[in-house]
T-cell receptor, first 113, second 119 residues
Framework: KAGVTQTPRYLIKTRGQQVTLSCSPI?????VSWYQQTPGQGLQFLFE???????NKGNFPGRFSGRQFSNSRSEMNVSTLELGDSALYLC????????????FGPGTRLTVL | AQKVTQAQTEISVVEKEDVTLDCVYE???????LFWYKQPPSGELVFLIR??????QNEISGRYSWNFQKSTSSFNFTITASQVVDSAVYFC????????????????FGQGTTLQVKP
């Protein structure tokens, strides 16, 4: 069974632009979560989607948003990019909500210049 | 507040040495899950183990073993006879109880321990 896939793997943007990252969960998994990883803050939870609904949200500004489609694929969007948004963005999927293990994708490395 | 502390920032060992990675957690919940993930240079977080708060039995998987002690809020990870391929960043994580349901996908991660295994 294929793992979690994320596209693109690398992205370079400039300040003020917006970006959309994509995540395809493991087949059959209905929950998708997003995390931001930076050297300074470590791994931080952004949000989780299940059945096209946002279930949980981390402590990030409104510039960070996401959505989930009926096939469980998810996208996250960051508007008005700032230098501090440079990070590895990791997506994770799990089967359901009930305490299932999350499996992570390879991440998208975003660099904001 | 929920928190995970991995006090060891970097560990360097020579191949075949045993190494233990420490993890201490804080949580207000009585039902929670603890995890270990491995992050090789490629960046992907690889799931290693999940343990729930009611199961204090130690676990062994090949060269890997885990020691969960609720009394000290610790969930330590030991690699026996380390190999160069074990070089990676290792993260301990705690499920956020979030309203006590345990259903949240939010994991609280420690800062990670970078393990370097030299040949």
């Amino acid at each position: 069974k294929a793992g979690v896939t994320q596209t693109p793997r690398y992205l370079i943007k400039t300040r003020g632009q917006q970006v959309t990252l994509s995540c395809s969960p493991i087949s059959g998994h209905r929950s998708v979560s997003w995390y931001q990883q930076t050297p300074g803050q470590g791994l931080q939870f952004l949000f989780e989607y299940f059945s096209e609904t946002q279930r949980n949200k981390g402590n990030f500004p409104g510039r960070f948003s996401g959505r989930q489609f009926s096939n469980s694929r998810s996208e996250m969007n960051v508007s008005t990019l700032e230098l501090g948004d440079s990070a590895l963005y990791l997506c994770a999927s799990r089967l359901r909500l009930a305490r299932d293990t999350q499996y992570f994708g390879p991440g998208t490395r975003l660099t904001v210049l | 507040a929920q928190k995970v502390t991995q006090a060891q920032t970097e560990i360097s060992v020579v191949e075949k040495e045993d190494v233990t990675l420490d993890c201490v957690y804080e949580t207000r919940d009585t039902t929670y899950y603890l995890f270990w993930y491995k992050q090789p240079p490629s960046g992907e977080l690889v799931f290693l183990i999940r343990r729930n708060s009611f199961d204090e039995q130690n676990e062994i998987s090949g060269r890997y073993s885990w020691n969960f002690q609720k009394s000290t809020s610790s969930f330590n990870f030991t690699i026996t006879a380390s190999q160069v391929v074990d070089s990676a960043v290792y993260f301990c994580a705690l499920s956020d109880p979030s309203v006590g349901s345990g259903n949240t996908g939010k994991l609280i991660f420690g800062q990670g321990t970078t393990l370097q295994v030299k040949p």
